[in-house]
């Protein structure tokens, strides 16, 4: 064999180990991890985040690979699992409570590499997104609905955290609701929990002591709906379609829809153009959507939610347009301005027609 042979044989034999190498490169799966507050089968925020996850997969087949970590702790704990989820090969983490925004900071300072997205916060670095929804709107259409439908002008709402998110959401309902039935109040209790059945179950019974005969809710599972059909009042589902657990309670229930930004997010990482930037949809987006009212719904009150929901996707009405006045009745914004986002994402007031004070 002359040694042009020879060399034509190194050369071919190290392309074909190359070729090799890049095949099984190729093949190897983007991976997606997914820290989640909440168990899956809470069948409110966390099942709506996992539904987005698979529909990764259903996008992008054998593509990707996707890890989910459920019931994770907003404490230290959330950064250990992050940061084992960032060292086990995942180009790409979702962090989707705003308690992980921190340590979801932490941990991307030490994985340059890795992309994350955190749900609901407000801090971003090179390889850190956040993404959000305009979840008051949904809240404006069914304060709406309260509104027309309350009989004993108390309207039950059971908050997690007074953090502005859920502030915001409590302050749109009422907003919503006075403008069509100015004597209807909101009283609110809070659970200091996204998740415990028990006590939310616990704060719609006592909602509804008080007088409320519709409940409403800021936290992830089904148990204020749930006592709501028992007690035989009304209420809204929280962030997927609860009518299983209250077919005759349930009016409409606010859904949040995350796959279309999963798909979104993730193929941009995978083809490179992934960058850091702020994702804050709404109904327009379809980020924020609703079910089929319920049979109760009269025709007038589904009219009105129409009314408020096509506005806002047209732009013509905003939930927080002025005049909006603070509990003391004092005008915090004119007739006719529109809050800005900056107010909106730092809310920490409540409005006229919200009773009691928020904790500090």
Do not use: C
Request: glycine share 10%.
């Amino acid at each position: 064999m002359s040694v042009y042979l020879k060399r034509m044989g190194v050369v071919l034999g190290a392309a074909v180990l190359s070729a090799v190498a890049l095949s099984a490169q190729a093949a190897d799966p983007f991976k997606v991890g997914f820290i989640y507050v909440g168990p899956v089968g809470d069948h409110g925020w966390t099942y709506r985040h996992d539904v987005g996850r698979k529909a990764l997969e259903t996008e992008f087949g054998e593509g990707v690979e996707t890890t989910f970590v459920e019931s994770v702790p907003e404490g230290a704990d959330a950064e250990r699992v992050i940061r084992k989820l960032a060292s086990s090969g995942h180009n790409l983490i979702f962090t989707t409570s705003f308690g992980f925004m921190n340590p979801t900071l932490k941990v991307a300072k030490d994985f340059p590499d890795v992309k994350f997205e955190h749900a609901t916060g407000y801090k971003r670095t090179d390889n850190v997104s956040t993404y959000g929804a305009r979840f008051y709107e949904g809240r404006a259409v069914i304060g709406t609905m309260a509104g027309m439908m309350t009989k004993s002008n108390i309207v039950g709402y059971i908050g997690s955290f007074p953090i502005p998110e859920v502030v915001r959401g409590i302050n749109a309902f009422t907003i919503a609701m006075r403008k069509v039935n100015p004597d209807a109040e909101v009283k609110v209790v809070w659970v200091n929990s996204w998740y415990d059945p028990g006590k939310e179950a616990d704060a719609a019974k006592a909602l509804i002591d008080q007088g409320a005969d519709i409940i409403t809710q800021h936290t992830d599972s089904p148990a204020p709906l749930q006592v709501a059909e028992e007690r035989g009042v009304y209420g809204f589902g929280q962030a997927s379609d609860m009518s299983a657990f209250a077919p005759k309670s349930q009016l409409t229930s606010i859904i949040d829809n995350w796959d279309a930004y999963y798909v979104d997010r993730t193929r941009a990482a995978m083809d490179g153009s992934w960058a850091s930037m702020d994702t804050w949809g709404g109904i327009k987006s379809g980020m924020v959507s609703f079910p089929e009212y319920s049979a109760d719904v009269p025709d007038d009150v589904k009219e009105a939610a129409e009314v408020v929901r096509d506005g806002i996707i047209g732009g013509t009405l905003h939930p927080f347009q002025g005049p909006v006045l603070n509990q003391a009745g004092e005008e915090i914004l004119p007739a006719g301005e529109v809050m800005d986002d900056g107010t909106l994402l730092g809310m920490n007031f409540y409005v006229q027609g919200v009773q009691g004070d928020l904790p500090k």
